[in-house]
């Protein structure tokens, strides 16, 4: 097995043609926009400052491993040549080397989790295998393989194109997906058309986990209305607090205060009872102390205020 520290003195450098260069594992990169159009000014003013990484394959082909980018920038500048580091060992060995080298940037955690597939299921490693070769647990290996059983391909589609962020397929799609398959596809499919935002589809799925059954279906199907008719009830609300004034907040407060202390008194039986032991009674009766000190202390600022 060659690690990534052998692989800088089983390398060559080569002037190949893109054409054939195979892209076997052009579905484990995230592909994005924003990321390639600088790229392609550099590559039109500099040309190709680094080399990309191959292992040979049929002749002429070389089955290209990192660089992925590099090459659709080449390739959409007009370009037909690619500087290769070729790399002497095989694809198992070089996807191997690729997770266990520092990058120029961090994997996505659907980058690993694709590559690590690709070891699993393409080159037959072993789970096992795979975690014990790359230096991590079994758990994290598994972790990361359930990213991809978690989601339907469509989803997985919009995060490889750029449509949907990884950090959205993650922190919101994966658990929606284990959830409820259906809705994360159909708020994919519109995530595609509309994006939004890493805050507003937090907020989106924040929102989501406290709706029913009715409302989660309208929601996923037009979550940027859901976001506006929020938008809006928010502004009404500032619009009224604005006309109210403070005198119009600190009634509303107050009647929160009247509703807990309703509340509290219709609970008294369940937390304060015959046998309870001291400790546990002291505990909420200072509770009580205090708060009834703080309401001693606003009554007699109200009387101070009153009397002037």
Not at 137 to 150: G, M, P
Not at 238 to 264: F, N, Q, Y
Request: charged share 25%.
């Amino acid at each position: 097995m060659l690690w990534a520290s052998d692989m800088a003195a089983l390398t060559h450098l080569e002037t190949l043609e893109i054409a054939h260069l195979d892209l076997r594992y052009a579905h484990t990169r995230i592909r994005r926009l924003e990321a390639l159009l600088p790229l392609m000014r550099s590559v039109e003013q500099w040309g190709q400052l680094r080399p990309v990484s191959v292992v040979p394959c049929d002749p002429p082909c070389h089955v290209l491993v990192d660089g992925y980018r590099r090459v659709e920038a080449l390739r959409r500048c007009g370009k037909d040549m690619v500087l290769a580091e070729v790399w002497s060992c095989g694809e198992r060995e070089a996807l191997l080397a690729l997770l266990m080298r520092e990058q120029d940037r961090r994997w996505e955690a659907l980058e690993e989790a694709s590559l690590i597939r690709e070891l699993h299921e393409r080159h037959e490693l072993s789970q096992e295998s795979i975690a014990r070769l790359l230096g991590k647990d079994k758990s994290w290996v598994c972790r990361r393989l359930s990213l991809l059983s978690a989601l339907p391909e469509q989803v997985l589609e919009s995060v490889r194109n750029g449509h949907l962020s990884p950090w959205a397929a993650g922190r919101v799609l994966v658990p929606l997906a284990r959830a409820n398959p259906e809705h994360a596809t159909a708020l994919s499919r519109v995530l595609s058309q509309e994006p939004l935002s890493t805050r507003e589809l937090w907020e989106f799925f924040h929102h989501y986990q406290k709706a029913n059954r009715k409302q989660r279906q309208n929601m996923v199907l037009n979550p940027v209305l859901f976001l506006k008719a929020l938008r809006a009830k928010e502004e009404d609300s500032r619009t009224h607090c604005l006309k109210e004034g403070p005198e119009g907040k600190w009634l509303k407060d107050m009647k929160g205060v009247a509703h807990m202390l309703v509340r509290l008194t219709s609970t008294l039986p369940l937390v304060i009872y015959p046998g309870q032991g001291n400790l546990d009674r002291r505990v909420l009766l200072t509770a009580f102390e205090d708060a009834r000190s703080a309401f001693v202390s606003l009554e007699k600022h109200i009387q101070e205020v009153s009397a002037s």
